[in-house]
């Protein structure tokens, strides 16, 4: 990776400097008033006006995507079997797929035989992948058992996590400061003061963590900061909708639908499409029953994998085998980086069918939990 090339924001497109225009929404060009107090009150009712009109949305895909991004298992084994499913061919449409993607724990020696002679760093998900997906993101917890794997991990192993949440809720419920962090999706990088990638001072700034130990910051969206904040404030009016949920994740902002009924699902849609159509460098992509708002801009999961894995001085392959366990879309950028050039492998956390840029698959953060420990019988 080529970081001088990262010295500076690395913004896709639009490259507009970001000014006071820009950033606001003009309330007058809203389709309802932000101001005063019964502004929260009135977005629903203007909304339910608009229930039946969601023409924006409908066109963009949001709906399918929004559909798509959690689907029926059923419509999954359908994709998988070509045929119509009967309520017993779960497993064998999971049996075809493993075929392609085969289970970490059954090909843990064939991956050993790859760690030969190569340094083993391991990249791992927070959601999904170490804790189960629940209702409430709040409550989504790692149990004991796990974090004790990872601790065990990281005494061998440069393990990071790499997270949609941001960095200090994410080491909130991880809290073991052998790690390094990562997160926003890889937008906010923390790791220890010695380690430079490249010995290139400016790309980081200093900081403390937890602990008040010196360490540098790599926030490539730095200057997205207080747009993600001010959107953050308008998106939080969606949680008038019955079961949304608005999380500030700092370069990054989620909506989670997950609890909210399937008829509202273009409520939520459309509310967050007409606040993004004011802010042309954010963007939305989608995960599992969530809406992730994103900066416009050169950076996600692979590429914080590539600074890592060069902050951690490791520029060859030869070196390295970096490992990356994953559940969600976002973790597809770090796939997709492993397998380029066979760098190492990305194993996807799932108990369905999907498509995906891993090389293995486990079905879920008990097995997950199941091969890092394997992973630490073989060191001792
Ligand atoms: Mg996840």
């Not at 107090?37 to 409908?58: A, E, H, Q, Y």
């Not at 002679?117 to 989504?140: E, W």
Request: charged share 25%; proline share 5%.
């Amino acid at each position: 990776m080529d970081v001088k090339s990262t010295k500076t924001s690395p913004v896709l497109a639009d490259s507009a400097p970001i000014n006071k225009s820009r950033l606001g929404i003009h309330s007058s060009r809203l389709p309802y008033s932000q101001a005063g107090p019964t502004s929260s009150n009135n977005i629903l009712t203007i909304l339910r006006k608009k229930r039946g009109n969601f023409d924006d949305v409908w066109t963009n895909g949001w709906l399918d995507a929004m559909r798509s991004s959690s689907p029926p298992r059923k419509n999954i084994l359908q994709n998988f079997t070509s045929g119509e499913v009967a309520s017993d061919d779960g497993d064998i449409a999971h049996r075809a797929w493993m075929t392609k993607y085969p289970s970490a724990l059954s090909s843990f020696r064939q991956i050993m035989d790859c760690a030969k002679n190569r340094k083993l760093v391991v990249f791992l998900d927070y959601d999904g992948t170490l804790s189960p997906i629940v209702d409430n993101p709040d409550r989504a917890f790692m149990s004991a058992e796990m974090r004790c794997a990872v601790k065990s991990v990281a005494k061998y192993f440069p393990t990071a996590i790499i997270s949609g949440r941001s960095r200090d809720k994410v080491y909130g419920l991880v809290r073991l400061k052998e790690l390094y962090y990562a997160g926003s999706h890889g937008m906010d990088i923390m790791f220890p003061a010695e380690e430079i990638p490249s010995g290139d001072r400016s790309i980081s700034t200093k900081s403390t963590d937890q602990q008040g130990k010196e360490v540098n910051l790599f926030q490539p969206a730095s200057e997205f900061l207080p747009m993600i904040n001010e959107v953050f404030k308008t998106l939080v009016e969606i949680t008038n909708v019955k079961g949304a949920k608005v999380e500030n994740h700092k370069f990054c902002v989620s909506v989670h639908y997950r609890n909210v009924d399937e008829n509202s699902w273009p409520i939520v849609a459309q509310f967050v499409y007409d606040v993004l159509k004011e802010y042309p460098r954010l963007r939305i992509t989608h995960g599992r029953k969530v809406l992730e708002v994103r900066p416009v801009i050169d950076w996600d999961k692979g590429k914080a994998v590539e600074f890592l894995l060069e902050s951690l001085g490791f520029t060859t392959n030869q070196d390295v085998l970096p490992i990356y366990i994953g559940d969600d879309r976002t973790d597809e950028d770090a796939f997709k980086v492993l397998r380029s050039g066979n760098r190492g492998y990305g194993i996807l956390v799932s108990a369905v069918p999907k498509e995906t840029n891993a090389f293995f698959s486990l079905r879920d953060p008990s097995e997950v939990k199941k091969f890092l420990e394997s992973l630490v019988r073989m060191k001792q």
